[in-house]
């Protein structure tokens, strides 16, 4: 009931294409939704984070979509750009610390 | 401010040999954790403290001791190296648990 199932693996999108990124969770407890992005050999960063009683939230180009009764979200890049190339982990934390998806490896070619 | 600090960056041990890896943080944050983190793959708890002198278990804690005797420094001991314990070890804090985890540079350990 801790995990938090991400998929896909692996992403390609073209320049300027739309990334798009999901994870299902079970735990109604989880009340905190991150997700973060990481380059390879540098540790993981925060993106964008999300609780539970918004719908949506946008930060320039990431917006994330949160449906609670579905209990799924998602990531979304607008107008993907190679420097976007990095792995994103969603994540929750309700009433134990953080949970993380097992990772996206996201590429994006010119 | 330094953030979160990680040494060494890089080491080998041979089966059977202890060390500790060490982290320190100069937020005031009062949330620390421990990560490892195996080649493609995602990140699993070790250990984390809620504040000085708490620790709790997470995910993956055998093989593993942790201390935290002040905010600042959280080390992480290994004992008894093992080829299972060869991945990439992260330390993180927070100020809570809902708020921004920041992460150290990492510290690549093999054990040969």
């Known amino acids: 009931q801790q995990q938090v199932k991400q998929s896909p693996q692996s992403l390609i999108v073209q320049k300027g294409g739309i990334s798009i990124i999901n994870c299902a969770y079970e735990?109604?407890?989880?009340?905190?939704f991150p997700w973060y992005q990481q380059f390879p050999g540098k540790g993981p960063a925060l993106l964008i984070a999300?609780?539970?009683?918004?719908s949506e939230k946008k930060e320039g180009r990431f917006t994330i979509s949160f449906n609670k009764s579905a209990k799924q979200f998602s990531l979304h890049i607008m107008d993907s750009q190679p420097g976007d190339s990095a792995t994103y982990f969603c994540a929750a934390t309700g009433n134990t610390p953080l949970v993380f998806g097992k990772g996206t490896r996201l590429s994006v070619i010119a | 401010n330094a953030g979160v600090t990680q040494t060494p960056k890089f080491r080998i041990l041979k089966i059977g040999q202890s060390m500790t890896l060490q982290c320190a943080q100069d937020?005031?944050?009062?949330?620390m954790y421990w990560y490892r983190q195996d080649p493609g793959m995602g990140l699993k708890l070790i250990y984390y403290?809620?504040?000085?002198?708490?620790?709790d278990k997470g995910e993956v804690p055998n093989g593993y001791n942790v201390s935290r005797s002040t905010t600042e420094d959280f080390p992480l001991r290994l004992e008894l190296a093992a080829p299972s314990q060869t991945s990439v070890y992260f330390c993180?804090?927070?100020?809570?648990?809902?708020?921004?985890?920041?992460f150290g540079p990492g510290t690549r350990l093999t054990v040969t």
């Open positions: 403290s809620v504040g000085a002198g708490i620790t």
């Open positions: 999300i609780r539970p009683d918004v």
């Open positions: 937020m005031n944050h009062n949330y």
């Open positions: 735990n109604t407890a989880f009340d905190y």
């Open positions: 993180a804090s927070s100020y809570d648990r809902t708020y921004e985890q920041y």
